[in-house]
């Protein structure tokens, strides 16, 4: 809401009020009346209070930079927010009708899980053909699972985003210590104005996280896994999580299905935060996001619980991106596979063409387990590389280091006895692989033999640009080169984008 919002949130928030002066506003338009200035919504802007006497200082920072800054208003004992147009009062209103005091409306939250999950729910993976034989999907006969981790690294949710993010500067003022696509979070050097970057230690790590077909599928626990996957994601370049903020994209809150998404994601945001100590600082919410299906019928968006969060880094010459660094290096997945589902996974999605199934669900002690774990081992210098499992499962997670580092790697599963599609595609929450020095191996596995929580070597790092092979036993499920698995990942997006 604009400059309304800014204005009553900040004042409320102090017990105080605000006089601002609408004719001191910079605008683009003419002939804008009060109401427009006061609701229109744009982004980049900010509502400051500054020190009396040092204004003159904020706006000389700006206009170093090309911004335009004004003094608009003052702050006031009175807790009113006062807004002045052309000499006259055009709006007055107590500031806390606006923040703290505003109506809330009371919708009944269904007793149950509306007719479509409840549907979903019902889908079972044995409904799915087995492999006919080893190394063969049923899905479809003509389709190697080497043809279906490629068809996943092809999907936009997996595939590169860098058509996106070269679009940008990602590199202001070179403090960006991990830019975009080298590790599971960003990682920006916290550097004071008048420091040298060599004396500056401290990092900040960000990411973004959210699966809707978890959220769609499950409002609960798909928010509680957009929580856990953003954590994770900190913890994969050694960085401990902090706070969030979150995006939240619905429909309609007035239709029983929309209000129910709503409401349970809310809640899974609230305990993911709660278990994961990341308080919500802050974000904003987007509903009625709906178009109209060919018969007239509104059809909302996959309910979309965007998270943001930050972590602090000790020590920016401690992080580690995704893509493994030495030849030879063991491979460890922290967590297990037996918590596996095809439920909401992409694998089910892209091959199957099914949204059905119950997501996973996030063990938060294990979550917080796995996740120390892997900070711990960064930080104490045994851990090279670190990804997270998620969408596509572990064959996908593989493939994204081998394709970031160039490198190829052999990987047993040890005869599991798994359906292999569960296996290799299968998704679940806190699943962390790590590459680790041989000279750091036995240290790195005698603290993980101190854990509570399931962990396996996998196997080891190639040792040129050779495949990617991943057996079973003694068959050979994946074998490609890493070219292989690199052309499909990173064009996907900007092949779909040319017209």
Known sequence: ????????????????????????????????????????????????????????????????????????????????????????????IPATALADNTPIYHRQLLDQAPDYAQQAWQWQENTLPKAAIAGIAIAN???????????????????SKH?????????????????????????VRVRPLDAKPEECVIGVAATTDCNARYVYLNPLEGAKAAVAEAARNLSCVGAEPLAVTDNLNFGSPENPVGYWQLALACEGIAEGCRQLNTPVTGGNVSLYN?????????????????????????????VVGQGWRNPGDGIYLLGSNEGN?????EYLAVVHHTVAGQPPHVDFDLEKAVQQACRHGITQGWVNAAHDCAEGGLSVALAEMAI?????????????????????????????????????????????????????????????????TIINGENTLIDLPVIALTEPWQTAISRRLQF
């Not at 609701?39 to 204004?55: C, D, K, N, W």
């Not at 299906?293 to 309910?303: T, V």
């Open 141 to 159: 006969q003509n389709h190697s699972w080497n043809q279906i981790l490629l068809t996943l690294l092809d999907s936009p949710t997996i595939a």
């Open 163 to 187: 058509w996106v993010y070269r679009q940008y500067d990602h590199q202001v003022q070179n403090n960006t210590v991990i830019v975009p696509g080298g590790a599971d979070a960003a990682v």
């Open 404 to 468: 970031a580092a160039q490198l190829g790697a052999g990987i047993n599963l040890s005869d599991s006895e798994q359906r292999l599609d569960n296996l290799l595609f299968g998704e679940s929450a806190s699943r962390i692989v790590v590459a680790v020095a041989p000279a750091s191996q036995p240290a790195w596995e005698a603290y993980l033999t101190s854990q509570s929580f399931p962990w396996q070597l996998l196997g080891a790092v190639g040792t040129n640009d050779e495949n990617l």
């Open 341 to 345: 589902t095809l439920g909401g996974s």
């Open 1 to 92: 809401a604009g400059i309304t919002c800014s204005t009553a949130e900040m004042a409320a928030k102090g017990g105080v009020g605000i006089e601002l002066d609408l004719d001191k506003i910079p605008v683009r338009e003419t002939g804008m009346v009060p109401y427009e200035y006061l609701l229109s919504e744009s982004q980049e802007r900010m509502l400051f209070v500054a020190q009396p006497g040092r204004e003159q200082e904020l706006i000389d920072i700006f206009h170093r930079w090309g911004l335009q800054a004004v003094v608009a208003g003052q702050v006031i004992a009175d807790p009113i927010v006062r807004i002045f147009f052309q000499g006259e009062i055009a709006a007055e």
């Open 290 to 318: 709906e178009t109209l299906d060919s018969n007239g019928k509104p059809q909302p968006i996959y309910p979309t619980p965007v998270i943001g969060m930050v972590g602090r880094v000790e020590n920016i010459n401690q």
